[in-house]
């Protein structure tokens, strides 16, 4: 394995340690009950032709 397969392996490794920034997100992520998500009835962007 040569050294720039070896950094660019290590750089992942590294990389995937991090789980602040996930945890973060999750933390701030706004809930919705079933009542609310039943009564959407807003449509948009899909069409065929």
Not at 4 to 11: P, R, T
């Amino acid at each position: 394995m040569n050294k720039l397969e070896f950094s660019i392996l290590a750089l992942f490794v590294l990389a995937s340690c991090s789980d602040q920034k996930a945890s973060n997100v999750a933390a701030n992520m706004k809930t919705y009950d079933i009542e609310q998500i039943m009564n959407n009835e807003a449509v948009g962007g899909g069409s065929f032709s």
